[in-house]
């Protein structure tokens, strides 16, 4: 049985309707990342499972119980806020032990909760201090003790990482990633940072404009994007989408990349799409990740389809573990992400190769995969 | 480096110097004058009020005392006669304290439990209510005085069904009772004012934390907003204690004769029409009703200033 049930769920404010039915199941243990652009509801959605937002329609469960209208502190929940929300006036340990004082538990009892959950956060020596006194990585450490003393059925984290500075982002996210991995708690998490989302989630949401584009995997969002929000929005740098147009030539259905100086590239149909909804003359979104776009030697060797072409060679950028260099087709940049250590000029032209495997088609007009 | 060149660096900065020097002079002399014409009424209150009458009406006022006495501070707190009675001023002054410190203290708690909520748990129309409180910070003393003496006229009447049905008004009636209730009516439009603005910039995910902690509206309030609260308290504090002790015109309007505030006492020691006028006991009367402000801001005056500016500017 799922741990966290969302069904129809629908949130407005008067007219307008932020959350336009929403229907999410997350199981226990799962961690759920809820990503998407600022506005597209994903705080909202997160607020409403934690019941500081009433919802308009629809129906939350947790732990196969409605809590529609059940009080935030009733839902067996507990939230680690983006500006960490710890009480300045309190000390460390007071601040997480005081959700423990409001239900009445006795005070021997929350000391030992406190130091329990202190030690395995490592923060012992921080319990009397005042927030003020804290790092940035040591609030948002104390935020999550004061989430995880309550020992609650699912934790809701609403962007937790983005008050902090890079390197620290990316030491928390693999903390929370431990911190998941050990205790074993059900999380849903949201953040705008796609990058946090793959790397944190069993299962990851992608919503726009209150509305869910696609629910799955990491690796499914990743690969098979259902439309052409989640591959433009999920990848950095953004997946490369070309407009093509569908044409028989030698019997075999191919797909035309027109370009302006060079021949266009002509590549056979990518095996992940449904080839009987293509038609010739039909236009194509032929959308590919920068990754799977090498020089000619740096493909993918298991790769089944590979497809060649010249192009040349506009901008290079060195990232340090890669180089990503930006050449043109079929009117738009096209990304590439090459060897760092490519002897590749600006200027030049240059032969790379597609991994095909890794290709997916959209439909322009409903921009959804084909 | 050359001596020219060092004799160049010395001269270009000395002439800023020389510049600043004249600049500091003029500000420090406008400061120190502006200083002595705001003190000297205080110092001749002061030396006025430590000379004895013929002293007094001898003399320069300018001068300093010559036999030094405490006598008209005695008789200010202890003799003098206001209106009928000639029991010093003693008794108006606790009148006056009564009548602050209560009304001073509702009407703080109530503008932050206003503040609290027209900030923290909006409703539809939050925006209005909060208009209509601003409207009160406008509203003329004077225009307030007829329906107020006709709702106190009540109140009265109410404490006197009271007192034949119980025994006791339970302070409906009450001059002192009445004045607060007039303070914190007239108040509440500021505290509000100053509680909303402080609380619009408190952090709201920590009232959102409270709750899911399981804080009920007035835990929240009492146990994250108010102990967070002391540059505003203390601002609003100041003002309302500043307002209600200095209050002439309610105080002389609700209150009469012995169950008069402090500010009216000292008009009917200086307005008497029989007799010597004693200006040293009128002017100690007139600085024990004003020390009582005057120590309130030097204890917390850097707060004050703190607290008007803070939500002014973010961080």
């Not at chain 1, 201090?129 to 609403?158: H, I, T």
């Not at chain 1, 726009?208 to 499914?220: A, I, R, S, Y």
């Not at chain 1, 027109?258 to 038609?279: F, M, T, V």
Request: proline letters at 5%; a positive charge; hydrophobic letters at 45%.
């Amino acid at each position: 049985m799922a741990t966290l049930e969302i069904r129809a769920l629908r949130k407005r404010f008067g007219a307008l309707e932020i959350l336009k039915g929403i229907d999410i199941s997350l199981e226990k243990g799962g961690f759920l990342v809820l990503v998407g652009p600022s506005g597209c509801g994903k705080s909202t959605l997160l607020n409403t499972i934690a019941g500081l937002e009433s919802i308009s329609s629809g129906e939350i469960l947790i732990g196969g119980q409605v809590v529609n209208d059940l009080h935030p502190s009733k839902r067996d929940i507990a939230m680690v806020f983006q500006s960490y929300a710890l009480y300045p006036n309190m000390s460390v340990a007071e601040n997480i032990a005081f959700g423990m004082e409001m239900r009445g538990v006795p005070k021997p009892d929350r000391e030992k909760a406190v130091a329990a959950v202190a030690k395995t956060l490592q923060i012992e020596h921080l319990l009397s201090r005042r927030p003020s006194q804290l790092s940035g990585g040591q609030r948002q450490r104390v935020a999550m003790g004061r989430a995880l003393v309550r020992q609650p059925r699912v934790f809701l984290f609403d962007e937790p990482l983005s008050n902090l500075d890079a390197k620290l982002r990316v030491d928390m996210r693999v903390e929370i990633k431990r911190l998941h991995q050990q205790t074993g708690t059900t999380i849903v998490y949201v953040t705008h940072d796609q990058i946090e989302a793959m790397t944190l989630a069993t299962k990851i949401a992608v919503l726009k404009d209150g509305e869910l584009q696609q629910v799955g995997t990491p690796h499914e969002i990743y690969n098979s994007p259902s439309n052409l929000f989640v591959a433009d929005f999920m990848g950095s740098p953004a997946m490369n989408l070309l407009e093509g147009t569908v044409k028989g030539l030698n019997g075999a259905r191919r797909i035309v990349l027109e370009r302006h100086e060079h021949p266009p590239i002509i590549l056979p149909i990518p095996a992940n799409a449904d080839e009987s909804r293509l038609s010739d003359g039909a236009k194509v979104i032929f959308g590919i990740r920068p990754e799977a776009v090498n020089d000619k030697d740096g493909v993918d060797r298991g790769a089944r389809s590979v497809a060649t072409f010249e192009a040349r060679v506009e901008i290079v950028e060195p990232a340090g573990s890669d180089t990503f260099v930006v050449t043109r087709a079929a009117g738009k940049e096209l990304t590439a992400r090459v060897r760092a250590d490519t002897q590749l000029r600006i200027g030049e032209n240059h032969t790379f190769a597609f991994n095909l495997d890794k290709a997916v088609l959209f439909d322009p007009q409903t921009s959804r995969r084909i | 480096m050359t001596a020219a060149a060092d004799a160049l660096v010395a001269g270009r900065s000395r002439e800023p110097a020389r510049h600043s020097m004249t600049t500091r002079v003029i500000i420090y002399g406008v400061l120190v004058l502006f200083a002595i014409v705001y003190l000297l009424p205080l110092v001749v209150m002061v030396m006025t009020s430590l000379k004895p009458l013929d002293e007094v009406t001898g003399g320069n006022m300018f001068y300093f005392p010559h036999d030094l006495t405490f006598e008209p501070w005695k008789k200010a707190w202890g003799t003098t006669c206001v209106g009928l009675t000639c029991e010093g001023i003693k008794g108006y002054v606790w009148n006056s304290v009564r009548m602050v410190v209560p009304a001073v203290l509702i009407s703080t708690l109530l503008g932050a439990l206003n503040g609290y909520v027209l900030t923290k748990w909006r409703f539809p129309g939050h925006k209005l209510v909060f208009g209509m409180m601003l409207f009160a910070c406008f509203i003329p003393f004077q225009s307030v005085l007829i329906p107020m003496a006709m709702i106190l006229g009540k109140l009265g009447a109410l404490g006197q069904t009271l007192i034949d049905a119980t025994g006791f008004s339970w302070g409906f009636g009450n001059p002192t009772v009445n004045l607060v209730l007039v303070h914190v009516v007239y108040g509440l439009g500021f505290t509000t004012l100053f509680f909303r603005n402080y609380y619009e910039t408190f952090p709201t995910e920590l009232v959102k934390a409270a709750q899911i902690d399981g804080a009920s509206f007035f835990q929240i309030f009492r146990r994250i907003l108010l102990p967070n609260s002391a540059p505003i308290f203390i601002v609003t504090v100041i003002y309302q204690f500043t307002n209600i002790w200095n209050d002439f015109l309610f105080g002389s309007t609700f209150a009469a004769g012995d169950s008069s505030p402090m500010t009216v006492a000292l008009y009917n020691i200086v307005n008497t029409s029989t007799g010597v006028i004693e200006y040293n006991v009128n002017m100690a009367a007139a600085i024990i009703a004003a020390a009582p402000t005057l120590v309130v801001y030097i204890l917390a005056g850097r707060y004050f200033v703190r607290g008007l500016m803070a939500g002014a500017v973010k961080g």
